[in-house]
T-cell receptor, first 111, second 115 residues
Framework: GEDVEQSLFLSVREGDSSVINCTYT??????LYWYKQEPGAGLQLLTY?????DMKQDQRLTVLLNKKDKHLSLRIADTQTGDSAIYFC???????????FGSGTRLLVRP | DVKVTQSSRYLVKRTGEKVFLECVQD?????MFWYRQDPGLGLRLIYF???????EKGDIPEGYSVSREKKERFSLILESASTNQTSMYLC??????????????FGSGTQLSVL
């Protein structure tokens, strides 16, 4: 079955790196996504990775994909207080319209 | 700037009322979605539509219906609201032409409380 799991909470100091982890079960995932939700707002796409890639870097964001272990991570370098939000991992499967979302990881950045 | 607009930010309704949640997108997207978001459960898909007048059930359609009479508008209907439908409702849209799987654009959400 389809399932995406994330830890619920992460707390880091400002300036440190944050690593948010996600595991998924469906090996036929085509794209994997990271969405960010700030308080009182909808979700915004942060970055994505195609399933045949291992890594993608986009400024302070690094996405790592381990297909063997079905593990996805998002690293935020030099974490800022503005990065405090809920981060959702999601996968799309084949040509389906549907995205499967994890439960979200709440990132708290302490000054 | 692309936009998905949900008509209400907060709604308070009574048990048994019929509730309409409206969503409009200005990106000419074919696909539109309704999710509900509950703490610890993430986002769960209620219904989606891939064309005008077309709809498909998501994972939790019970107690909900939808309407898509125009491409830009997708409505979620709670025929008889119940307290377990208290939740944050998120509308999203996407287009298969953007070639990025399902890159979803979300509205800011409607927090519905059913008393």
């Amino acid at each position: 079955g389809e399932d995406v799991e994330q830890s619920l909470f992460l707390s880091v100091r400002e300036g440190d790196s944050s690593v948010i982890n996600c595991t998924y079960t469906d090996s036929s995932s085509t794209y994997l996504y990271w969405y960010k939700q700030e308080p009182g707002a909808g979700l915004q796409l942060l970055t994505y990775i195609f399933s045949n890639m291992d890594m993608k870097q986009d400024q302070r964001l690094t996405v790592l994909l381990n297909k063997k272990d079905k593990h996805l991570s998002l690293r935020i370098a030099d974490t800022q207080t503005g990065d405090s939000a809920i981060y959702f991992c999601a996968e799309s499967i084949g040509s389906s319209y549907k995205l499967i979302f994890g439960s979200g990881t709440r990132l708290l950045v302490r000054p | 700037d692309v936009k998905v607009t949900q008509s209400s930010r907060y709604l308070v309704k009574r048990t048994g009322e019929k509730v309409f949640l409206e969503c409009v997108q200005d990106m000419d997207h074919e696909n539109m979605f309704w999710y509900r978001q509950d703490p610890g459960l993430g986002l769960r898909l209620i219904y989606f539509s891939y064309d005008v007048k077309m709809k498909e059930k998501g994972d939790i359609p019970e107690g909900y219906s939808v309407s898509r009479e125009k491409k830009e508008r997708f409505s979620l209907i709670l025929e008889s609201a119940s307290t377990n439908q208290t939740s944050m409702y998120l509308c999203a849209s996407s287009s298969p032409k953007q070639g990025l799987g399902e890159k979803l654009f979300f509205g800011s959400g409607t927090q519905l409380s059913v008393l």
